[in-house]
């Protein structure tokens, strides 16, 4: 069975980047057919889509977000990194990657625990 | 961006009720539309993908419906381990966008 885990520093300190890796098991990263890719829940908000990789590097992000994203991915280690730099207090929040089946109709069909990223001084 | 609204926030409810959740979105999405269920402390679980089709190991008590704007999420005997949020979410455009969240509680 496929599972995702998040994993990197809990506490950003203000304009630094914030790096997280997400860990396939179960699976290859290098299937066919899927991208993998990152949402985030700030306290007491709905969810947000940050991008997604494919696993030959093709990468998609949210608008809102390009211009401090970016997101890649070691097929060797069967891994892929989020980087979100200048951080502020806004990018508090859970942060999930997820597994998103590429098909006629996408979805998100299997998502790690989260991580919880507090950016604070 | 669609824009996707879910009513409402909040319910209470009791083991064996039928529960609805609605979902529109603010541009027609046809039936690009995900339902997810999320429990504190877990990952989140897709439950129904394309409007209707329900995820495979999915019960089947759970169900979707609707096309264009409006959508909506049925359970039709609620079970104590369906206490959760239940969320939304579009696949129609990128970035692909969710709603706020329905919590379902215990009455």
């Known amino acids: 069975q496929l599972q995702l885990q998040e994993s990197g520093p809990g506490l950003v300190k203000p304009s630094e980047t914030l790096s997280l890796t997400c860990t396939v098991s179960?699976?290859?990263?290098?299937?066919?057919?899927?991208?993998w890719g990152w949402i985030r829940q700030p306290p007491g908000k709905g969810l947000e889509w940050i991008g997604s990789?494919?696993?030959?590097?093709?990468?998609y992000y949210n608008p809102s977000l390009r211009s401090r994203v970016t997101i890649s991915v070691d097929t060797s280690k069967n891994q892929f990194s989020l980087r979100l730099s200048s951080v502020t207090a806004a990018d508090t929040a859970v942060y999930y990657c997820t597994r998103l089946k590429d098909s006629y109709y996408s979805y998100m069909d299997v998502w790690g625990k989260g991580t919880t990223v507090t950016v604070s001084s | 961006d669609i824009q996707m609204t879910q009513s409402p926030s909040s319910l209470s409810a009791s083991v064996g009720d039928r529960v609805t959740i609605t979902c529109r979105a603010s541009q027609s999405i046809r039936n690009y539309l995900n339902w997810y269920q999320h429990k504190p402390g877990k990952a989140p679980n897709l439950l129904i993908y394309?409007?209707?089709t329900l995820q495979s190991g999915v019960p089947s008590r759970f169900s979707g419906s609707g096309s264009g704007t409006d959508f909506t999420l049925t359970i039709s005997s609620l079970q104590p381990e369906d206490f959760a949020t239940y969320y939304c979410?579009?696949?129609?455009?990128?970035?692909?966008?969710f709603g706020q969240g329905t919590k379902v509680e215990i009455k």
């Open positions: 179960g699976g290859s990263i290098s299937s066919s057919s899927f991208y």
């Open positions: 990789i494919y696993y030959s590097g093709s990468t």
């Open positions: 394309a409007a209707s």
């Open positions: 979410q579009q696949s129609y455009s990128t970035p692909p966008t």
